[in-house]
């Protein structure tokens, strides 16, 4: 029994990274995303519009893992005097997806689900009052795949939890919550060649020149020994002998 355990442990340590990418372009990635957050209601402010940012890439902790680093900013619409507070989020989270699926359903394009969870480091502004809390996040999405580039939809809900006894008298914590879309695209730079065009195949018929000794392909479609390009009667059948031009 502790030898099957030892043997499957293994082959999760030892199997191929897989990350939330687009088949094909398992390689590291960047986003940028639109997010909309919905704030403690203990803060006496509005929704937050934001961006966030994201970098990633494939690691070899089991199969189907990511490790991605998210920068996220948005501002806040104060209720008490109409002005702004603030809120810049980093966090570090691990990427965990499933396999692709539509849901049963033919005429909705596959996805892939996703769960992810990190912790981080925030900068809460309020009322004028600029602080730095630690946090944690934990959250899922959908990843569709784009017809272009290994480019994708991807859009996820997350809620984010910051140790804050600063901002909101009477709290200890805040928990926010936020939903984000936006475009991933695959980063070729880092691909350490891996979309490198793919060699020249041997040519089958090779036409030498006497003089240069330059060697280019030659294509003889009707395998009669007179490539095309002199070939003044193609398609002859198989076997026949012919003359130079191609012909019986």
């Known amino acids: ?23 094909g372009y398992n390689i590291p ?12 209601s203990s803060r006496d402010s509005d929704g937050a ?14 199969t189907n893992n990511a ?8 501002g806040r619409k104060r209720d008490v005097d ?7 989020a980093f966090f570090v989270d691990l990427v965990h997806h499933y396999a692709p699926t539509n849901g049963g359903i033919q005429a909705v394009p596959k996805f ?19 602080h730095m809390h630690f946090g944690g996040s934990v959250g899922g999405g959908l990843f569709f795949p784009l017809p272009w580039h290994g480019l994708a939809l991807r859009t996820e809900a997350r809620a984010q939890l910051q140790l ?13 919550y936020r939903f984000n879309v936006g475009l991933q695209i695959p980063l070729y730079f880092l691909a350490e060649g891996k979309f490198a065009s793919a060699p020249a195949q041997e040519c089958v018929v090779t036409v030498v020149d006497p003089v240069t000794g330059r060697k280019d392909c030659a294509v003889d479609s009707d395998a009669d020994g007179v ?18 031009n191609g012909c019986q």
Request: aromatic share 8%; hydrophobic share 40%; with cysteine.
């Open 164 to 176: 804050n006894d600063k901002s909101v008298s009477g709290e200890d914590y805040l928990i926010d």
């Open 67 to 74: 490790i991605e680093l998210s920068l996220y900013d948005a």
């Open 112 to 130: 892939t689900p996703y769960v992810l969870g990190g912790v981080g480091a925030i900068q809460e502004d309020v009322g004028g009052d600029d």
């Open 82 to 88: 109409g002005g702004k507070d603030y809120q810049t």
């Open 1 to 23: 029994m502790h030898m099957r355990n030892a043997a499957v442990l293994a082959m999760l340590v030892s199997a191929p990274a897989f990350a939330v990418t687009t088949q």
């Open 227 to 244: 490539n095309d390009t002199a070939d003044q009667c193609p398609n002859t059948p198989a076997g026949v002998a012919v003359q130079a």
């Open 29 to 40: 990635y960047a986003g940028v995303f639109y997010g909309y957050e919905i704030s403690d």
């Open 49 to 62: 519009n934001g961006l966030q940012l994201n970098v990633g890439t494939p690691i070899d902790w089991g």
